[in-house]
């Protein structure tokens, strides 16, 4: 599986936009990215995946560069609900089988949104 | 709401007595599976479900049991818990097993084995 590469923190003011970048220079040309994000010890969170075309929905927007060698996952507008772990992780189309279900969270991205 | 409901929250036993952590889904996914969550292991899938009466060995299955005899329910087994098995397990669903559907999680079960 392609590795990811987060940075280990970022700070977001609350109502800003908030960007966490994400490198996953080894994906394969039909791995998809997902972001997942986690709030203390609750259960993963799924926020949002692509394949090559950005993607947007109620919680986050997606950009995939073109090469996609990198993503950024977009909270318009962050609130402090959204403090969390964020992690980036690239996934394999094949269905089925232990490698569907086997997902490799990395440290991710410790997301802070102040007041 | 749909959702993935883990039950208990919390549970903490003693070793060597059977206990039951149930996960239930309500948006009719086929595919179910469990993990447990470490420090510094990060997520490890246990076992995992394709569909009704089909369960597979993940990662780590040793000391666990699974069944699913519907398709709502995948209720996770310890037949006699150790202490190794103190760890905070997840419950997770799909509709399909494919690289374009996402897993969806329960909230989690602390288990603590004195």
């Known amino acids: 599986d392609a590795k990811t590469t987060q940075p280990p923190s970022m700070d977001c003011a609350e109502g800003r936009a908030a960007n966490l970048p994400c490198n996953h220079s080894?994906?394969?040309?039909?791995?998809?990215v997902y972001w997942y994000r986690q709030i203390h010890s609750q259960g993963p969170q799924y926020i949002i995946h692509g394949l090559k075309n950005n993607e947007t929905n109620e919680m986050a927007s997606l950009i995939i560069t073109e090469d996609r060698k990198s993503s950024t996952l977009i909270l318009p507008h962050a609130t402090l609900r959204d403090t969390a772990v964020y992690y980036c992780i690239v996934r394999p189309p094949g269905a089925g089988g232990t490698s569907y279900g086997k997902l490799t969270f990395g440290q991710g991205t410790i997301l802070t949104v102040h007041p | 709401e749909a959702q993935v409901t883990q039950n208990p929250r919390y549970l903490i036993t003693v070793t060597g007595k059977k206990l039951t952590v149930t996960c239930s889904q309500n948006m009719n996914h086929e595919y179910m599976s469990w993990y447990r969550q470490d420090p510094g292991l990060g997520l490890r899938q246990i076992y995992y479900s394709m569909n009704v009466e089909v369960t597979d060995k993940g990662d780590v299955p040793e000391g666990y049991k699974v069944s699913r005899k519907e398709k709502r329910n995948f209720p996770l087994i310890l037949e006699s818990p150790s202490p190794n098995q103190t760890s905070l397990y997840f419950c997770a669903s799909s509709p399909e097993p494919t690289g374009n559907s996402p897993l969806h999680f329960g909230n989690g079960t602390r288990l603590t084995v004195t």
């Open positions: 080894t994906i394969s040309g039909n791995e998809y």
